[in-house]
């Protein structure tokens, strides 16, 4: 940062020695400083060994980096299509804002997709549409073992925890979900306070820490869980098997971020260390996990409990369900995090390499339920990249029963996709715990938009799915969703993937289940 102000001084130092050429001489002595700087900074480039461009080109190599530091905001703001950006498009973010504003979403003139593109997806209108429900359907959550079942929204809040978001970021995302009538999952760094102040309903999610119910040693502590899972405001008890954008590892909190309202929610020494695990100490066969989410769902006072995974190995998944078999023991619910889903952090070969997109990661848990008999006694939640009302029915069509919405619901919080999640310098406030940005955010303005969007995407859910011929997301059948294969063919999701009929695992698999079915062993997690 330092060069680049030299290098300002630099370009300003050339404009004061061309005034002082044409004016004379008294203005030499005013471009004598950034001359000598422009000299310096020479004379430091070709000396300096880091910088190979540099080197070679002393001054103006700076320009480079210059540039480079600016690059994502240009192409963002003057290069990229309304519909090709990434992680998330201009179209999609500007639906999210509009609609979080509480102002019109519409576009005229038409789509600016190529419609004809392979990977295009549409949905099928009905012939007869019906009336759009006035009131939300909302989902069952509660399985047998559950004594106090909770009624789910149609999209929700996604796991982000304290710490990785501001506190007025998690104050405005529970008071939109107190305003309205949807779940706000905690994510695995703690109970906050911020959490339970605006008073919204909670999914209390821990993950290989036990953050918040840990021992000393990093142990799970079943008295503290108890206590905090008692909580009027936490409504279900979810355990995080692993996430989306990084599967299969921990984490490191640096003692430095670790501040003393960090260290009270997490259970932590304050300034010390702390490492997650990529594996939970809780289990380490499929039995013992489902035996766990049991427990869990005990030691809550019988609130549903399930579990969040981004699917990988469907010779484990299937080895789960041979345990909740032979156990008797079914999660309330299961979260498929898709390799899409986003995150404060990760190594980059993670995000881009490593875990089942949220298609496949839902069909695979689906069909498994559905194959072994055990469909109708565990909800299925969808997250990874849903944002709008034509995310929440495609996934609803692929096997989920909801939703859940993080960088969408971060959207409506503020968030400009600047990327700096990692860096504590969120320039909206969102993903930071430095107070001078946090500040930034307007927490009865942003809880109203939160608020807002949910509201409106749920609302363009109900109007996609009328127009459907569907008046309940139970109605929705693969048939309606259609992919583009080539220019000139197109698949419905009926005629791309195989769909298992009830109980059909445990009477005849087909061939493709086959050897997945009968490798599967509830004792071992067998790749």
Request: aromatic content about 8%.
């Amino acid at each position: 940062m330092i060069r680049m102000v030299i290098v300002v001084l630099i370009l300003c130092a050339a404009g004061t020695t061309a005034v002082a050429a044409a004016g004379g001489s008294a203005l030499w002595w005013f471009a004598a400083v950034p001359l000598t700087l422009l000299g310096l900074l020479g004379a430091w480039d070709l000396l300096q060994h880091r910088h190979s461009v540099l080197r070679n080109y002393p001054v103006l190599g700076h320009a480079r980096f210059l540039l480079e530091r600016i690059r994502p905001e240009l192409q963002q703001y003057f290069i990229e299509r309304n519909y090709d950006g990434r992680p998330f498009d201009r179209d999609v973010r500007d639906i999210v804002y509009e609609r979080a504003k509480g102002t019109d979403a519409e576009e005229p003139y038409g789509t600016e997709r190529d419609v004809y593109e392979a990977g295009h997806e549409f949905l099928v209108p009905s012939m007869a549409p019906c009336a759009v429900p006035e009131t939300p359907p909302r989902v069952p959550i509660g399985g047998p073992g559950c004594a106090r079942p909770y009624d789910m929204a149609l999209l929700n809040v996604s796991a982000m925890s304290f710490g990785s978001l501001s506190a007025n970021a998690v104050l405005a995302l529970n008071g939109g979900a107190a305003a309205g009538g949807f779940a706000q999952d905690t994510g695995e760094g703690g109970l906050s306070e911020y959490h339970l102040r605006p008073g919204g309903d909670l999914v209390w999610e821990i993950g290989t820490g036990y953050f918040g119910c840990r021992t000393d040693e990093g142990d799970f502590d079943p008295s503290r869980f108890a206590d905090k899972a008692a909580h009027d405001h936490v409504k279900c008890v979810s355990l995080k098997l692993s996430q989306g954008a990084k599967p299969g590892i921990g984490g490191v909190l640096p003692g430095a971020k670790v501040n003393a309202e960090i260290a009270r929610v997490r259970g932590v020494p304050e300034g010390r260390t702390v490492v997650s695990p990529p594996y939970h100490r809780v289990f380490s066969t499929p039995r013992e996990l489902v035996r766990f989410v049991a427990r869990m769902r005990d030691l809550s006072g019988g609130k549903p409990a399930g579990f969040k995974l981004c699917v990988g190995s469907r010779r484990q998944f299937l080895a789960v369900c041979k345990a909740m078999l032979e156990e008797g023991i079914t999660p309330d619910f299961i979260v498929v995090d898709g390799a899409e889903g986003g995150t404060g952090a990760a190594p980059l070969e993670f995000a881009d390499h490593v875990g089942t997109p949220l298609t496949e990661g839902l069909l695979t848990v689906h069909n498994a339920l559905v194959g072994t008999g055990l469909r109708d006694r565990v909800r299925i939640g969808a997250s990874g990249k849903i944002a709008t009302g034509t995310d929440l029915v495609k996934r609803m069509v692929q096997g989920a029963d909801y939703g859940n919405a993080a960088r969408a619901m971060m959207f409506a919080v503020g968030c400009i996709q600047a990327q700096r999640c990692h860096t504590n310098t969120c320039p909206t406030g969102v993903t930071t715990q430095d107070p001078r940005r946090a500040r930034a955010i307007d927490v009865p303005d942003k809880t109203l938009r939160v608020q807002r969007f949910q509201e409106a995407t749920v609302a363009s859910a109900l109007q996609i799915m009328a127009s459907m011929g569907v008046t309940d997301p139970a109605q929705l059948r693969p048939h309606m969703l259609r992919r583009r294969i080539d220019p000139v063919t197109e698949r419905s999701y009926e005629e791309l993937y195989e769909w298992l009929r009830p109980g059909q695992l445990l009477a005849e698999p087909p061939a493709s289940w086959a050897t997945d079915w009968k490798s599967a062993d509830p004792d071992r997690f067998t790749v």
